[in-house]
């Protein structure tokens, strides 16, 4: 009785034993599949619980917050929030995001360098609130080509792609000086500077003021005309950086010459209807900038109704 009694105990323990493994198997096989999978279902998750339902933004006054604010509306993303901060810390915030896998929602600009660093996409905005493709315009005070018609002549000439400000963005992004990155971009890029400044005649310490919001293209831009504006044509160069509406506004009311980090016509609409009659549009410096909401490819959301 004893052997058999034990025999039983034995059996029985195995038994459950068994089915314990098998248990915790379709458990441990679900929660396996499930972590590290950024598309929006991890552990049951919906993407929105994995995110927090936060979209990581930017400067509070920046364009693509307003737009952002308005596709929260437009989209009924109530329980959704739009976390303001600086592009600096958009960026930050998306390396970790990145390195671990892990899904995470932005507001996103092309040209930046966090395109051709990350493998990154756009969500779809079938409502349009973002708009088509934008542009990226140069805007000068009244008077300054009766004033400096040098430095009105080469900024009316001033134009290039997202790919060549992408160079001077990604040599930034490695920890060049942005003055030194301009200054080899240039020497890099003669053919390109002598198209802007041929049969300028160069003057002697003229000072000129451009302004400029602190993200990483304006920053590009703005210290490549300073060396161009320095180097070529003998100007004295003081470069700022604001905000967007002190940007705008130094320019309206003259205390600045000019900016190339107007972006029209969505981003900088409200500055644009407000001040368009008491400063100088040159047109675009460049086409087919775009914004947006942007996730890392690994996300398998590809509209911002997806968010819902």
């Known amino acids: 009785m004893k052997k058999k009694s034990g025999l039983f105990i034995v059996l029985s323990l195995v038994a459950v034993l068994m089915l314990s493994a098998c248990g915790n198997s379709g458990n441990g096989g679900t929660t396996g599949g499930n972590a590290g999978n950024a598309s929006g279902n ?44 600086s592009g600096a810390a958009m960026t930050a915030t998306l390396a970790k995001a990145v390195k671990s896998e892990q899904p995470i929602i932005i507001t996103g600009w092309t040209p930046h360098w966090m395109f051709a660093k990350y493998d990154l996409k756009y969500l779809e905005d079938p409502k349009n609130v973002y708009g088509e493709a934008e542009e990226i315009h140069t805007v000068v005070r009244q008077g300054l080509k009766e004033d400096h018609p040098v430095a009105y002549e080469f900024l ?60 990483d293209s304006e920053i590009a831009s703005t210290n490549l005309l300073q060396y161009v504006l320095e180097n070529h044509l003998g100007y004295k160069v003081e470069a700022l950086q604001v905000e967007a509406g002190p940007m705008w506004t130094g320019v309206a009311s ?11 016509p969505l981003t900088h609409a409200d500055y644009w209807d407000k001040y368009k009659d008491q400063l100088e549009d040159l047109g675009a410096n460049m086409t087919g900038v775009r914004t947006g909401l942007v996730v890392p490819a690994y996300v398998e959301a590809n509209s911002i109704e997806d968010l819902k």
Do not use: C, N
């Not at 049951?44 to 929260?72: F, N, R, Y």
């Not at 000086?177 to 053919?191: I, T």
């Open 42 to 85: 991890t552990g049951g998750k919906s993407l929105g619980d994995q995110v927090k339902h936060e979209i990581i933004g930017i400067d509070p006054g920046a364009g693509i917050m307003k737009a952002t604010s308005a596709a929260i509306e437009e989209y009924g993303l109530s329980d959704w929030t739009l976390i303001e901060g």
């Open 156 to 215: 009316d000439r001033f134009e290039w792609t997202s790919d060549e400000m992408g160079e001077i963005m990604t040599a930034i992004q490695d920890g060049q000086d942005p003055a030194e990155a301009a200054k080899a971009w240039a020497e890099s890029h003669s053919d390109r500077i002598d198209a802007w400044t041929a049969d300028l005649a160069p003057v002697s310490g003229d000072k000129i003021k451009l302004s400029y919001v602190a993200w």
């Open 254 to 264: 003259g205390d600045v010459d000019a900016t190339a980090a107007a972006w029209l």
